[in-house]
């Protein structure tokens, strides 16, 4: 079956620090891939995805490659924000999503 | 225009109690998706619907869970006799087509089974 193996938190960072989440899949097809976030007190929102091998999603500085050789979509961002805290999650869809555990991210002043 | 709407936000239940948790998806949304989260957890999948069918409800844990779409838009998810294994956010996504599209999520109701 499908599954998602993510990076475990908490990761505490300064303002302008580098980000990366580690994110790897099992999947039997060809699924396309997705970074979630939530944000404290609200819903989770789509952040990027990427549908087929190679591609590079992106959004608000955040990236992430699919690699299909590595089955891996690990996601980056150069310089954070303290308004970059959140819960990150990674997912894969094959129709229904299958999701990591979460990633909770603070970035501190 | 409006994003996927839940309620109620909260729900406290006595164990025992059956619960109906309401979904309005994002109008003409062809699929809609129930998921269910547990704290600190991703996500869970419960169960999927194609317009008014049901086309995957897998992701059910027991029985006692049941799930309807009767005109293609609003969802009613409803967990009769609840345990306290059944506390959880419950997420309702809709999504523009039937592939692997985008699913755009509602705020979710927290159900705690006391």
């Known amino acids: 079956g499908n599954s998602v193996t993510q990076m475990e938190g908490p990761v505490t960072l300064s303002e302008e620090a580098f980000l990366t989440i580690n994110c790897t899949y099992t999947?039997?097809?060809?699924?396309?891939l997705f970074w979630y976030v939530q944000y404290p007190g609200e819903g989770l929102q789509l952040l990027l995805k990427a549908t087929k091998a190679d591609d590079k999603g992106s959004n608000k500085g955040f990236e992430a490659t699919y690699r299909k050789e590595t089955t891996s979509f690990h996601l980056e961002k150069g310089s954070v924000q303290v308004s970059d805290s959140a819960v990150y999650f990674c997912?894969?869809?094959?129709?229904?999503?299958?999701f990591g555990a979460g990633t909770t991210v603070t970035v501190r002043a | 225009g409006a994003g996927v709407s839940q309620s109620p936000r909260y729900k406290v239940a006595k164990r025992g109690q059956d619960v109906a948790l309401r979904c309005d998806p994002i109008s003409g949304h062809v699929s809609l998706f129930w998921y269910q989260q547990a704290l600190g957890q991703g996500p869970e999948f419960l169960t999927y619907f194609q317009n008014e069918a049901q086309l995957d409800k897998s992701g059910l844990p027991s029985d006692r869970f049941f799930a309807e779409r009767p005109e293609g838009s609003v969802s009613t998810l409803k967990i009769q006799r609840t345990q306290q294994e059944d506390s959880a956010v419950y997420l309702c996504?809709?999504?523009?087509?039937?592939?692997?599209?985008?699913?755009?999520f509602g705020p979710g109701t927290r159900l705690t089974v006391l």
């Open positions: 997912a894969l869809s094959d129709l229904e999503l299958s």
């Open positions: 999947a039997t097809g060809y699924p396309s």
């Open positions: 996504a809709s999504s523009p087509s039937a592939s692997r599209d985008t699913q755009y």
